[in-house]
């Protein structure tokens, strides 16, 4: 699989990355059989979270095997050193590893996450501590908020950025358009999730994918790919597909024909046509 450079970071990332919410609630067997699937196929970068159930749990006894040879990024909800510094070296040892190539503050919602993170005693300095030690290469975040996640950029030179970069979002509102522009600017890694988001699921709606808590347009070859070829003529490194195995397997198969080609007219009508039932129940407001 081709691989591309994670922004400025030196690392090259193949573009599609494997989520760690694949594995959450999976047998190991499972989890060792995903994880052997995507390496397999040329998949090196692999994300997981605390926030995500068992992910840190299943990854790492999955991973232990090739962790050499992949690129492992994790998270931390904490704002303030102390509580950073604990879940940094929490998550490390429950993935089986002494280092992250990407650890990132995770769900940078307000400027009060900012002022937190920032502060003295917050977990910016933390981070960069533990940069200093060896045990984080790359310091990164993720974020919901455009306004957030551009503010933490001007604060801080951080390595990457993961936020959405949804095809719905961006055809109706400009949605992560000058996020993404300052990240080319400012040779930024980007992680973009919610490229296959459709629309929040509707009240007694099945949820075929619960992993996924918003409707996905898996099952639709050519939204999926026209939504794919979206994410990444917006700048994204790479695509981190929802949760489920299924979908994931998908991109991966899929990523090689996408990479190749431009977003064009007859894809954005297919996006344009799809548009109206993706604004009955967004995925953000």
């Given at each position: 699989?081709?691989?591309?450079?994670?922004?400025?970071?030196?690392?090259?990332?193949?573009?599609?990355?494997?989520?760690?919410?694949?594995?959450?609630?999976?047998?190991?067997?499972?989890?060792?059989?995903?994880?052997?699937?995507?390496?397999?196929?040329?998949?090196?970068?692999?994300?997981?979270?605390?926030?995500?159930?068992?992910?840190?749990?299943?990854?790492?006894?999955?991973?232990?095997?090739?962790?050499?040879?992949?690129?492992?990024?994790?998270?931390?909800?904490?704002?303030?050193?102390?509580?950073?510094?604990?879940?940094?070296?929490?998550?490390?040892?429950?993935?089986q590893t002494d280092y992250f190539d990407v650890y990132?503050?995770?769900?940078?919602?307000?400027?009060?996450?900012?002022?937190?993170?920032?502060?003295?005693?917050?977990?910016?300095?933390?981070?960069?501590?533990?940069?200093?030690?060896?045990?984080?290469?790359?310091?990164?975040?993720?974020?919901?908020?455009?306004?957030?996640?551009?503010?933490?950029?001007?604060?801080?030179?951080?390595?990457?950025?993961?936020?959405?970069?949804?095809?719905?979002?961006?055809?109706?509102?400009?949605?992560?358009?000058?996020?993404?522009?300052?990240?080319?600017?400012?040779?930024?890694?980007?992680?973009?999730?919610?490229?296959?988001?459709?629309?929040?699921?509707?009240?007694?709606?099945?949820?075929?994918?619960?992993?996924?808590?918003?409707?996905?347009?898996?099952?639709?070859?050519?939204?999926?790919?026209?939504?794919?070829?979206?994410?990444?003529?917006?700048?994204?490194?790479?695509?981190?597909?929802?949760?489920?195995?299924?979908?994931?397997?998908?991109?991966?198969?899929?990523?090689?024909?996408?990479?190749?080609?431009?977003?064009?007219?007859?894809?954005?009508?297919?996006?344009?046509?799809?548009?109206?039932?993706?604004?009955?129940?967004?995925?953000?407001?």
């Open positions: 699989m081709q691989k591309r450079p994670l922004g400025n970071t030196g690392l090259q990332i193949s573009p599609v990355a494997f989520g760690g919410i694949t594995v959450m609630n999976e047998t190991a067997r499972d989890a060792a059989r995903f994880v052997a699937y995507a390496v397999e196929r040329g998949i090196n970068y692999f994300d997981v979270a605390p926030g995500y159930g068992d992910a840190e749990r299943m990854l790492g006894p999955a991973l232990a095997v090739y962790r050499r040879r992949v690129y492992l990024a994790c998270k931390t909800e904490k704002r303030d050193a102390a509580s950073a510094e604990a879940a940094l070296h929490n998550s490390l040892a429950l993935l990132q503050l995770h769900g940078m919602t307000t400027r009060q996450d900012l002022d937190q993170a920032f502060a003295d005693d917050g977990a910016v300095p933390a981070l960069i501590r533990a940069k200093e030690q060896g045990l984080i290469r790359c310091i990164g975040i993720t974020a919901h908020n455009e306004e957030v996640a551009l503010e933490a950029l001007s604060r801080f030179d951080f390595d990457t950025v993961m936020f959405p970069v949804n095809w719905a979002l961006g055809l109706s509102r400009g949605w992560a358009d000058r996020l993404a522009k300052a990240c080319k600017e400012r040779g930024k890694g980007l992680l973009a999730i919610k490229s296959l988001a459709h629309r929040m699921w509707l009240e007694g709606e099945e949820r075929v994918y619960p992993k996924s808590w918003c409707k996905t347009l898996y099952g639709d070859e050519a939204l999926m790919k026209a939504a794919m070829l979206y994410t990444l003529s917006k700048g994204a490194d790479a695509l981190v597909p929802p949760g489920n195995f299924e979908q994931f397997a998908y991109m991966t198969e899929h990523i090689g024909e996408c990479v190749a080609r431009p977003l064009d007219e007859d894809d954005l009508a297919v996006l344009r046509a799809a548009l109206p039932e993706a604004e009955r129940n967004p995925i953000f407001d």
